[in-house]
């Protein structure tokens, strides 16, 4: 029995592909390598910000040090499995600048 065509994609999913679009491809492998559950905590990051910010801002924030993650990055406070930490985090700092 063969598998669905569909069970086997070479190109990424939609959110993925967006994911890339705004925070670079590098990023996203990174995360790849976190697991699966990283790539979907950050596209959750994603969607909190942007409806606060713009993708722009979106991105230097998911890939730089904050302080309300022990100064990690969220990028790689997701690859060490810390997605609620992330998210809290995201929408403090989301809440701040509306």
């Keep these: 029995m063969s598998e669905?065509?569909?069970?086997?994609?070479?190109?990424?999913?939609?959110?993925e592909e967006e994911l890339r679009e705004v925070i670079g491809d590098d990023h996203v492998d990174r995360l790849r390598n976190g697991g699966a559950d990283a790539l979907a905590a950050a596209v959750d990051a994603l969607r909190?910000?942007?409806g606060w910010v713009s993708d722009a801002d979106a991105a230097a924030w998911m890939t730089t040090s904050q302080r309300r993650l022990g100064g990690a990055a969220p990028l790689d406070a997701l690859v060490w499995g810390r997605r609620d930490e992330v998210l809290d985090a995201a929408r403090a700092w989301a809440g701040a600048q509306g």
């Design 4 to 15: 669905p065509a569909d069970v086997y994609r070479d190109d990424p999913l939609p959110d």
């Design 48 to 50: 909190v910000l942007q």
